[in-house]
């Protein structure tokens, strides 16, 4: 129904609330957050500093573009997707289509390298990020460890792209490459920690996704063939060439996966030293050593 001349002008409030309530029929996860974040993002201003103008009006071209994030989000697309931006490790890391959303549960990895530091004695170390993605693992290991610096890789020249910038944005481009490849293939140099965080979900779940991964992740940085292990075979032996003797890998794994995955790291040369969960308690990365 149109808005006549008489009635009230939208208040910042009123379109959180109009938006909380779409968002809760729908059955979306988190209603009131949601609606904050997409009129603050509207707004220009951080959800914290909402509650402070909830009585302000807005034009009615300001709630048009509102109605028009809200839209998306009704179509499942991820509130971190309409923004263009994710928060991870304290971070706040661009995305683009061609990049994975990171996921909370993906901070497992970067604990698990950063518990490695004591090991490596203030040595300088380096770290490879193989299907980097967004850059996140490694941009959060580098900002809590200075020492180090690193490499990433991703077959996607636009998620490479996506990476490069989010280094320059958070001051770490001067330790931290990006380059396009398969995996390892071609690399020469030698590293002391080898993260990945590789596609694994098996073609046949496809139907059981949310749409929010299903529809708006790029399927590249998902699915791994018919049991969900494709990447893991494609990525270890080369990845196993280019970590140091004294090094470690650090990979993600779903969260059925871990006896297939300690099968698959002993054929590559590699040993199983440590598993780790996430917040949830799901096993969500395994490391390994060299042997």
Not at 123 to 136: E, H, I, Q, W, Y
Not at 263 to 282: H, I, N, S, T, Y
Request: aromatic share 6%; net charge negative.
């Amino acid at each position: 129904m149109r808005q006549s001349s008489k009635d009230p002008s939208p208040t910042i409030g009123s379109i959180v609330r109009e938006f909380t309530t779409k968002f809760e029929s729908a059955g979306l996860d988190s209603p009131r957050l949601d609606a904050r974040v997409l009129v603050a993002h509207v707004m220009g201003l951080e959800a914290d500093c909402l509650f402070a103008q909830y009585e302000d009006t807005v034009d009615i071209t300001i709630k048009r573009a509102a109605d028009k994030l809200a839209g998306r989000r009704l179509a499942h697309e991820p509130v971190s997707r309409i923004v263009g931006v994710r928060d991870f490790w304290g971070l706040e890391f661009e995305l683009s289509p061609e990049t994975l959303d990171p996921r909370p549960d993906t901070e497992t990895l970067v604990s698990a390298a950063l518990e490695l530091k004591p090991y490596f004695n203030g040595a300088p170390v380096s770290v490879l990020d193989l299907g980097t993605g967004t850059g996140c693992i490694l941009l959060s290991i580098l900002s809590e460890w200075p020492a180090a610096k690193g490499l990433g890789v991703d077959i996607s020249e636009g998620a490479m792209m996506v990476a490069a910038e989010n280094a320059e944005n958070l001051g770490f481009a001067h330790r931290a490459k990006f380059v396009t490849g398969n995996w390892a293939d071609g690399l020469t140099e030698m590293f002391d920690i080898v993260v990945s965080n590789p596609p694994y979900i098996a073609e046949c779940e496809r139907s059981s996704l949310e749409a929010e991964v299903a529809d708006f992740d790029p399927p590249i940085a998902i699915y791994a063939g018919v049991d969900g292990l494709r990447a893991y075979r494609e990525m270890f032996p080369s990845a196993r060439r280019v970590t140091k003797p004294s090094g470690r890998i650090i990979i993600e794994i779903g969260s059925e996966q871990a006896p297939s995955v300690r099968r698959l790291l002993p054929m590559a040369g590699f040993a199983v030293e440590a598993e780790k969960r996430d917040l949830a308690q799901v096993m969500r990365c395994i490391v390994a050593r060299p042997i």
